[in-house]
């Protein structure tokens, strides 16, 4: 699809903001699906935002403490207006841009740990998934699963499943939607995608979400705990997976996090991965209580540095 109608907007994060940590995070985490483009300064990506499959250029102007991000929106028809202003505000907190990181380094700088990663990232925004669906495939693929074999599921799902879009001469392939995923018969969509047992949980997910489950912006309306709750409610999500999707943030500790998390915590790797994960969950939660999913999502960007401050060697997947 060509998207040849454009909108031009302008953000102005909440200083300290670092373009380039925000939507290209040190860890390969995207901005909003997997086949965006990055270069000098400028980010091309596509995503379905409120409803619309659009084509973002998001640009920076200006230094950390003092940024202006251009954003220019790309649709197949032209934008009525009060759609642009509810884009832009919407993106506002999609990006990160509306987020005040400062009581968060406050507490970081006298953590022994976080005062590490809060000066090797100063000014990275978390952000969130513009389509909920997508976090959700994400989520599942990455259970009992390495890092590895994780990514290469969910480009099979993109390559196979996926939106090409056209627009300002790049071609960005966006995640396939809920609706077209709910109609795949699992067993043919596991083979294709090698996703094993894993098929027929996103499959019944996207049917879920397909006959109207809340998107992003209507779980970030809810309570924390509510939010969490209604999460689970889709087939294949339990509470690490709603740790991952939940755009207020939670500890998710797994197989491969609780590895790191034990060796920062108690020094050492568990013994037994699955019989420590609730202990280290406690713990992450007790230490760093409301910024407790900040504090992951610091650490998980920073291992390679940490590793080295610290003296230690924190497994990168």
């Given amino acids: 699809m060509k998207l040849s109608h454009s909108s031009r907007l302008e953000i102005i994060p909440v200083a300290p903001f670092d373009f380039r940590l925000t939507v290209k995070k040190p860890a390969g985490w995207s901005l909003f699906n997997a086949g965006e483009i990055y270069e000098d300064g400028t980010l091309w990506t596509a995503t379905r935002l409120l409803g619309t499959l659009v084509g973002l250029k998001l640009r920076s102007l ?46 970081a700088k006298r953590d022994e740990i976080l005062r590490h990663t809060v000066e090797d990232l100063y000014g990275m925004h978390d952000t969130q998934a513009a389509y909920l669906f997508n976090s959700v495939v994400l989520s ?25 879009v056209e627009f300002d001469g790049r071609e960005v392939v966006v995640e396939p939607s809920a609706e077209r995923i709910a109609g795949l018969e699992p067993k043919e969509f596991a083979k294709r995608c090698n996703l094993g047992y894993r098929a027929k949980y996103i499959v019944a997910a996207a049917k879920m979400v397909a006959r109207g489950f809340p998107d992003t912006l209507e779980i970030m309306a809810m309570k924390p705990e509510e939010a969490k709750e209604k999460l689970m409610e889709l087939p294949g999500v339990g509470d690490y997976a709603a740790d991952i999707i939940n755009p207020h943030g939670g500890f998710p500790i797994d197989a491969w996090s609780v590895d790191v ?15 420590a994960i609730e202990e280290v969950k406690q713990e992450g939660v007790r230490r760093w209580g409301d910024f407790a999913w900040l504090a992951f999502f610091y650490v998980a960007q920073d291992l390679e540095n940490l590793s080295k401050r610290l003296g230690t060697r924190l497994r990168l997947q």
């Fill in 140 to 164: 599942i693929c990455l259970q009992m699963a390495k890092l590895d074999r994780s990514t290469k599921m969910m480009a099979a799902v993109t390559q196979n499943y996926g939106d090409r």
């Fill in 261 to 275: 998390f034990g060796k920062l915590f108690f020094g050492k790797e568990p013994d037994d991965r699955r019989e």
């Fill in 62 to 107: 200006g230094t950390v403490e003092k940024l202006r991000m251009q954003v220019t929106i790309f649709t197949h028809r032209p934008l009525p207006a009060e759609k642009r202003r509810e884009m832009r505000s919407t993106l506002e907190t999609l990006t990160g841009a509306d987020q005040d990181l400062k009581e968060f380094y406050s507490v």
